[in-house]
């Protein structure tokens, strides 16, 4: 079965980072992109970060630019977030998901149990 689990959230102040990890397994890692979403109570899912399993290619939702950084690790069949100078907006639960159809700001797929990102100001 797919599983993708993800971790490294926690409690931070306004400025402050956190690193993100998402193993995966079930599926052959290098065939799929990855991404992050992210849901905080009574929104809507927001797709904020996705690396491609070909190329490398990253894409951002523009609130994140120049903040979070995706990458991974095709050895540990793991994708990181690093996430920078955190805001209070960007309080949510984060969960990566793989995309098997769409695309990066709407994507289909899987994804397993989120961790919970809280940012105080």
């Known amino acids: 079965d797919v599983q993708l689990q993800a971790s490294g959230g926690g409690l931070v102040q306004t400025g402050g980072s956190l690193r993100l990890s998402c193993a995966a397994s079930g599926f052959t890692f290098e065939d799929y992109a990855i991404g992050w979403f992210r849901q905080a109570p009574g929104k809507e899912r927001e797709a904020i970060s996705c690396?491609?399993?070909?190329?490398?290619?990253?894409y951002y939702r523009d609130s994140v630019k120049g903040r979070f950084t995706i990458s991974s690790d095709n050895a540990k069949n793991t994708v990181y977030l690093q996430m920078n100078s955190l805001k209070p907006e960007d309080t949510a639960v984060y969960y990566c998901?793989?995309?098997?159809?769409?695309?990066?700001?709407?994507?289909?797929?899987?994804w397993g149990q989120g961790t919970q990102v809280t940012v105080s100001s």
């Open positions: 998901y793989q995309r098997t159809g769409g695309s990066w700001s709407r994507p289909f797929g899987s």
């Open positions: 690396i491609g399993s070909s190329d490398s290619s990253t």
